[in-house]
Every structure is written in structure tokens, then in C-alpha cells.
């Protein structure tokens, strides 16, 4: 890859990501695992000698998938099915679908039925994680999967391998949350999806090879235009779905200060305790993660951590980017909005989703969301 650019590498990745998976896959010798976002520990498929890859179906139209599964199912797990049909996903040779929802239940037994030949592995997640156990019961369900993730690749399932994956992923999440931290104090130059691609280009590409394009960056490259003229926005949904949307937010003058989204923030807060028992490890970080839309606790609990997690982001405002279709999003958000209210804080609602949404309908809604919270502004 070219690196007289240095945003190139990110950029290739993105472009045509499964050619790259295939590159490196030739290259290494190792075994593909695709993980359906979001919650499945990369680390234990790493560490497993495996290449992990992240699959995301915001973004793909689909026109094979609705054969199988419902067309009033999110655009994340219609989009990874066609991706899958259409061929896209034939360099990997398994799969992860982590058990979030009843979306994605589903999704893993069509899945299985469908790609027989695949090592597929359905990561049951924890549903409350209010729970007395939920620690033993997650260390229990990660061990399980490490072990079946080294058998897959041929090699024995070691600790000690697990927590050198474990402090490179660390490695890469500093880089990524200090890119993050340039998007907002230098928005003008590191735009919010530039941000985005590099994060969303971690998740496709060997970490090892990707923190080394991430030192090549102008790290030190100051815009013209500060950002106190940008509207400071908090933004709470599952991915960039439509993906342009993200060049909106740039192009109408916001600053994304935080989101929630499991390509975003969410997948770069929170790092793995690096010493110790590296399956414990990976339980603290899940239970310290941002709790999945799909994830249960006390209602009050949730409102109360989510208004708070706004309030010291200084976001202005929220945006729901809640998917279409996504029942789970659906039964927070009034909720949310309700606590939002309460603390005086504007929010909007956006359903999106890869089918039938019209970008012109969300840019007049986005550009109205600003006049109002702007002129709210200090
Ligand atoms: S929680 Fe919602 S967005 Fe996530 S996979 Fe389930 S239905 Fe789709």
C-alpha cells in the first residue's frame, strides 16, 4: 500500500475491504473469522491466531438477502446476509454473531443453515447485566469461544498469547480515542469522518499494520477554522447508516463531541485491563462498555447514565440515529428523550436506515436541529 498519502492505506481499506482481507490472508496464513458487530472481543479471535474481521451491514443494499430473512429487519443484519449471498464474504471461513437481540438470534440459525461449511459461532450475550453472575457467566462464554477459536486455527488456546492481543488493542484504541479528541478540538482539519475511517478501517485491516499507517499521520496538522463556530452534537445509534451521513455532520457545521454507535466511540472507550487474567480482563471491559441498545438494566439506571454520559460531553444536543426496523432502539429512546427533557437538553430523532431514506429529508431536519440548538448555544 502507498503511503505518500497517509490517509491512503484507510482509505484502500475501506474502498474494497474484502480484496485486502484476501491479500493479508494469502500473505499470513491465517484463517479468516468474521464477527457480526458489536461485542464480540477481537482480542479472542487474535489472540486464537485467527485474523479477525468486523462485519457491518449499514450501508449495503440489499437485494438477494430478503430470500431469507424479513425485509423489515434492520439494514445491519440484512446487509450482512447479502453481503454474504453475493459472494463478498467468501474469504472468510467462519463467522461470530453475537446474540444481541432477537434480530440477531435469527440471523446466526439462518446463517448456519445456510453456510454449513463455515465455523459458525453464536456468542451468547448476556441480556441484564445487572445481574449477580453475569461476570462468571460471560468469563464462562469468552473461554468457551477461545478455545473453540484455537482449535479452528490449529493452536492451543494460551493465556499468555490472549494478553500480548490484549495490549495491542489498547495500543490501537489510544491512537484512535486521541484522533477522536482531534475531531473535536480541530474539527476543520479532522473531520468526522475522517475520525470514522479510521476507526472503521481498525476493524477491517491487521491492527498490527494499522497502528503503524496511524503513526505515519500528520498528527500535528492544525485547521484554519477553530471549533467554536460548530454546533457540538452527541449522537446515539448502532452504525453510520447511511454511511454519507457522517459527511453531513461535517458539512452543516456540527462537531460529533461523543456518540454511541459500535463503530464510533463505543468500540474505542473503554480498554482492557492489560495485567492479569486476560479473560477477566475482557469481562471488566465489556461491563464497563457503554450498555448495548439492546442490553438490560434498570430503567432509571440507563436514563440517568446516558444524561449524565451527554452532560459532561458538552454536546448541545442529541441526534437518535436509531435504525429502522431495530425494535430494541425503538423501546429506549422514549425513555431517553423523556430524561433529556427533564434536563433541558434538545434532541432529535432520526430513523435511518441503507433502504428508501431520502438524504435530502435529513439534511432539512439536521440543518433545523442546528438553527435551534445554535442559537441555544453561549
Ligand atoms: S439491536 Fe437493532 S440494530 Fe442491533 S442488530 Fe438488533 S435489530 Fe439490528
Redesign the pocket.
Known sequence: MSVADPWKPFREVMQAPWDHVAAWKKKSGRKVMGH?L?DVPEEILHGAGLFPVAIEGGGVQASHAQALIPSY?????LGAMEMRLRGDLNVLDGMVIPY?????RN?FHIWNLQFPNMANELLRMPKRLDYPGVRTYLAAEFSRLFESMAKLSGKSANTQDLGESIRLYNRSRARLREAYDLHRTNPSVWTAAKAQLLIGSSLRAPREDHLKWMDALPWDEKGAAASVDRIPVYVRG??WDPPQILDLFDQLGFVIVRDETVTGWRSIAQDAPANGDPIAALVERHMAAIP???YHESPDRMVAGFVLRVRSSGAGGVVFLN?K?????AFDTPDFQKGLEQAQIPSLILETSTRGVSMGQVRVRLEAFREMIGNDLP
Not at 73 to 77: E, I, K, L
Not at 100 to 104: A, E, H, K, L
Not at 325 to 329: I, V
Open positions: 457480526l458489536p429487519t434492520c439494514s445491519h443484519a444481541v437481540c432477537d434480530t440477531t440471523l448502532k452504525v448495548y441498545t439492546g435504525p426496523f431495530c425494535e430494541a432502539a
